[in-house]
Structures are given as structure tokens and as C-alpha cells.
């Protein structure tokens, strides 16, 4: 008698550990990093936010006499639009469904999605969550961008939500070329 053939293949275990690797160790790495820079350049900006500058940048005392500057144009920041919060949790609330689906059942999610059990299969899944981590992460990144102009902040915020919608829609209909 012949011992049964050996399995060959990644299995359900392999592939949420491949997905675990892929998305969220770079995703915590990213947040990290932007909490860390985003701190710094914080700190930056309120040491010099009061002292006055000379016409060359340099700190001078401020001049009773010197009339006041003609005023400056208004400047938004993206995370101050009325849109941008909630188009991260929509976002967020994207990525975070697929990747509990992977996380939680696999074999399901894959099941699911009609997605084969094969490395085609494995690649198609992990582009697309890939994908979607991308978009998220630069939706979250671009906090900070500012502009005179509010609706040009406001189209990019909607540009998010508008790439997250026809990601999903492509890896609903199996488009493989979609995420690579």
C-alpha cells in the first residue's frame, strides 16, 4: 500500500499569514512613521508660530510703528473640510471589512467572492486588499495637504471615496488587471 499523496500548496493558514505580512505589519509601520513625523513638524511649527520675521525670514522684534501686512489669502487643510472625516471612516470601514473577511475565513471569503483556491487566486486577493491599503493610506496621508482653493480639497476627498467604490466594483467582477 501507498501512503496518501502529500498535500501541496499554501493552505487557508499560509495565506492569512502572507495577507497578515502584506497589509497590516506596512500598514502599522506607515501609521508609526506619520505619528512620528507628524509630531516633529507639529513641534516645529508652534516653536516658530509667534516669533516675527524680517523680509530675509530672520526673527526680528515687532515694530509698533510698521503698518499692519496686507492680508493673506485664506488656507484649507483637507482634515478641516466638512467631507474628510467622514470619507476616512468610509474608507477605513472598506479595507477593515475585506481584511476581517481574510482574517476571520479565508477559505469563505474566498468561496465568497468566487476566487480560486490557487496561487492566481492568492495574488488576485492580496492585489486587491493591496490596492486598497493604498488608497486608504493616502486618503489618511493627505490630511495635512492644504490649498486656497476648498474645492479642489474637496474633489480629492471625494477622488477617495470614488477609487475605493471602483476598486470594490473591479475585484466584485473578477477584473485581474485592476490591481496590478
Known sequence: ?????????????GITAIVAAVIVIPALLFIAVTAGLMTVAKNHISQGANEPTNSYGNASPSDPNQADPEPTSTVYRMDERPGYESMVTYVTDKLDHYKDGILNNNTMFMSEYRIPDTQDGTD?????MAALLGTVNEAKAAANETSEDPDALDAK?????TTVDTLEARFKKGRRSAFR
Do not use: F, H, L, N
Not at 1 to 13: E, L, N, S
Not at 124 to 128: A, D, F, I, V
Open 157 to 161: 476627498i471625494d477622488s477617495y471615496r
Open 124 to 128: 488576485y486577493m492580496t492585489g486587491y
Open 1 to 13: 500500500m501507498q501512503p496518501p499523496p502529500r498535500k501541496t500548496g499554501i493552505g487557508a493558514g
